[in-house]
């Protein structure tokens, strides 16, 4: 699965250890995430949606759609 | 960005889980050593003695079990998803190649009684290098 989340973390700024803190999880995973290399479960793909204050579908995007 | 340290914490709870992790196996392995020698060289099989070691032994084996639950728990969705992966493997190559070990010897193929240390050594090894591939895959 693909997401937008390296271009909304440059906007704000922030690093992959200010995203990870932001949604209390270890750097690699909010990297391996941020890679497409683990698709996050419901809940953390919605902690990602309300911290950038974006619904799911606008950060994760399903490539077999 | 607030910075509140959520990360921090999370690994601080992590790394205390694993501390208390590695007290409580180094207990239960040393209740090993002292229920499996203790009766041949310190008490001389007598059954009481060996009843207690045996109890020590059961209930820090179980204290270790309940603090390896609660490490799993403060892992986050990726960690323990590598760790449940090498888990699944260990337990998976332990029962495949320990059944076909212990088969060794009935069907003359070994000429000595297979050793469940050697199984356990694999099933360590197994462990470890499943979770430094989980780890590197996603690095």
Known sequence: MKNRLKVLRAERDWTQA???NALAVSRQTANAIEKGKFDPSLPLAFKIAKLFKLSVEEIFIDEQA | ????????????????????????????????VL???GAEYI??????????????????GAAMIRVNVKH???LD???RKITMDAMGITLGIGLIAGIAYEQLEDIKLIPFEPEIGHLIMLMGITYMVSI???NRKYK
Do not use: P
């Open chain 1, 18 to 20: 200010d995203l990870a």
């Open chain 2, 1 to 32: 960005m607030s910075n509140n340290h959520n990360e921090t914490i999370c690994s601080q709870e992590n790394g205390k889980y694993v501390k208390q992790l590695a007290l409580w196996t180094l207990a239960w392995l040393v209740s090993t």
């Open chain 2, 35 to 37: 229920l499996r020698f």
């Open chain 2, 43 to 60: 008490w001389d099989f007598q059954a009481a003695y060996s009843i207690v070691a045996l109890t020590i032994h059961l209930v820090l």
């Open chain 2, 72 to 74: 799993l728990s403060s």
């Open chain 2, 77 to 79: 969705e990726l960690q």
């Open chain 2, 132 to 134: 430094l591939i989980g």
